[in-house]
């Protein structure tokens, strides 16, 4: 699939950062949703955007899309303001709670919001894009939830946008639709576009993203490749049959720091696992089927925003 290129494309777009975020900060009376957010997204990147519930995703993307005006700091878009970018049809956002008008077709609902844009790509291939073509002629009130999603791609993508920001975008989506909308998205990112989406789902950040950036009580607590993120939740799984281990046996073990006993499989969060391998064989020397491994997306995740607040 080929996204049409037809716009000329700023300086700013091709030089700039694409997103740059400076001391962002939202309270709602006394929560303090973000609390001095620094980003900076380079063109082309594709960034996902993690974090527990309340950690402050969908404040920032709001004030990143002008939805909200942030209490301090500076957001700007290829060098615009929020407003400026999204006028300018550099920027478009699929909400998981924008609204489509239910007796209004899904081809009309798109073809409006193109004939709000100056270098708007055609509708035919906006649907295309987003894969709902043969939805053209549907009302919206008869979508399911899942077809629902893809409609508002088709809207975010028809502006033709240098910028695509999603917000948990295949939330309703069943397995099969979520793959065809990542075959769609990696398509669109192929073009040089940048991507920042929010998700809840680690396997599509770490299947997808170029960069990972995880949120913690409106902070950034960890920005960097997958792997980098995972090297940030420092230590190493180990993983072992033992027959007639304990927690406490094994949470006593050095180099343990987090134990996990379901039956005779053992997983133990280690900061040294050489050395807690080597006292686990001394005290268990009956343990086998050993196995260490690297800290995966999800334990970096777990470990990286549910630790104290250190403020």
């Not at 980003?39 to 404040?59: C, D, M, Q, R, Y």
């Not at 209004?104 to 790509?121: E, F, K, N, Y």
């Not at 190493?236 to 134990?259: E, H, I, K, Y």
Request: with cysteine.
């Amino acid at each position: 699939m080929n996204l049409t290129s037809e716009k000329t494309v700023p300086e700013e777009v091709a030089s700039g950062a694409a997103v740059s975020l400076r001391g962002l900060r939202k309270r709602f009376g006394e929560l303090r949703a973000v609390d001095g957010v620094d980003l900076t997204i380079a063109p082309g990147e594709v960034v996902a955007l993690l974090g527990p519930n309340g950690a402050g995703k969908s404040t920032t993307v709001d004030m990143l899309l002008g939805l909200t005006r942030p209490d301090a700091g500076e957001v700007s878009l290829f060098g615009r303001t929020p407003r400026e970018a999204v006028r300018e049809g550099l920027v478009g956002a699929m909400l998981q709670n924008a609204g489509l008008l239910g007796d209004v077709t899904v081809g009309d609902s798109v073809a409006m919001i193109a004939a709000l844009h100056r270098r708007p790509l055609p509708v035919a291939e906006a649907l295309r894009l987003a894969g709902v073509e043969d939805l053209a002629r549907q009302r919206c009130a008869g979508l399911s939830g899942g077809q629902r999603q893809r409609v508002r791609f088709a809207v975010a993508l028809v502006s033709n946008p240098d910028l695509l920001v999603l917000d948990e975008p295949t939330v309703a989506m069943d397995v099969e639709t979520r793959r065809a909308f990542w075959a769609s998205m990696r398509d669109y990112t192929a073009t040089g576009r940048t991507v920042l989406f929010a998700t809840h789902y680690l396997e599509e950040a770490e299947d997808f993203a170029d960069r990972v950036v995880l949120l913690r009580s409106g902070r950034v607590v960890a920005d960097g490749t997958v792997a980098q993120v995972r090297a940030a939740a420092s230590g190493r799984t180990l993983r072992a049959m033992v027959p007639g281990a304990t927690p406490p046996a094994l949470a006593a073990l050095p180099g343990v720091s987090q134990v996990d006993v379901r039956g005779e499989r053992v997983h133990l969060r280690c900061a040294d696992s050489d050395t807690a391998l080597r006292a686990l064989l001394t005290r268990f020397p009956q343990a086998f089927d050993i196995e260490i491994t690297a800290v995966g997306l999800e334990d970096a995740f777990l470990a990286l925003t549910t630790e104290g607040d250190n403020r």
